[in-house]
């Protein structure tokens, strides 16, 4: 399923507090230059229209929440929905993943890290592309601190069979364990969209969870 227009966002919104590029964060990071205090941080790879963000920001204040969208009216987007909310504790970063993991996240830095409905790159020539491949996954298990968890939900069951694997082969996380699916309690009591979207149409969805090793 591609991706549906997105409403207008009010103009006169302050994102400021909400929205960065990657040139923007500080390099040694430091979690206090973004977020003004030093936190548990937790990572999403593929923020979209921000629920997951908007959602588990205001259900725990007291965590840091950093959303990394590379489509800029998607950031933007999920950034307005934040600072409509003036929830302070989540940013969404327009930018590539890759290169946050890569080029400025140190080891031991976050609590958990969040995937959710990666682009599958269907054709084989792209496979490559994807975003759970070795090097990927090894600088994830490297920034995460000891009991640290990686959340990766897949609509893909052969992504899905083929990231486990690669996860068990590459590093010594511990899993895949079991992510029971929850009744929805209300038309938005979902993870992503992409989950509401995917759920609402029968579709399946492959969830999994890892933890870092003590």
Do not use: C
Request: aromatic fraction near 10%.
């Amino acid at each position: 399923m591609g991706r549906r227009a997105l409403r207008r966002t009010d103009p006169s919104l302050d994102l400021s507090g909400n929205l960065r590029v990657f040139d923007e964060l500080p390099d040694p990071w430091d979690p206090k230059a973004v977020f003004g205090r030093r936190g548990p941080l937790e990572v999403e790879v593929g923020s979209g229209k921000g629920l997951f963000l908007r959602t588990a920001a205001a259900a725990r204040p007291e965590v840091d929440f950093l959303g990394v969208e590379i489509a800029g009216k998607y950031a933007r987007f999920a950034a307005a929905g934040l600072a409509k909310r003036a929830l302070h504790n989540a940013v969404v970063l327009h930018g590539d993943a890759a290169r946050l993991f890569d080029a400025l996240l140190p080891d031991h830095a976050l609590a958990a890290v969040h995937v959710y409905f990666p682009d599958p790159w269907w054709k084989k020539r792209h496979a490559k592309r994807r975003l759970m491949r070795e090097s990927f996954v090894r600088r994830v298990e490297a920034t995460l601190v000891p009991g640290g968890q990686l959340h990766f939900w897949t609509d893909v069951e052969e992504y899905f069979h083929v990231s486990l694997e690669l996860l068990a082969a590459a590093t010594d996380l511990e899993g895949p364990l079991d992510v029971d699916e929850s009744p929805a309690e209300h038309d938005l009591d979902y993870r992503t969209h992409f989950e509401r979207r995917m759920r609402q149409h029968g579709e399946a969805v492959y969830r999994s969870l890892f933890r870092k090793r003590s």
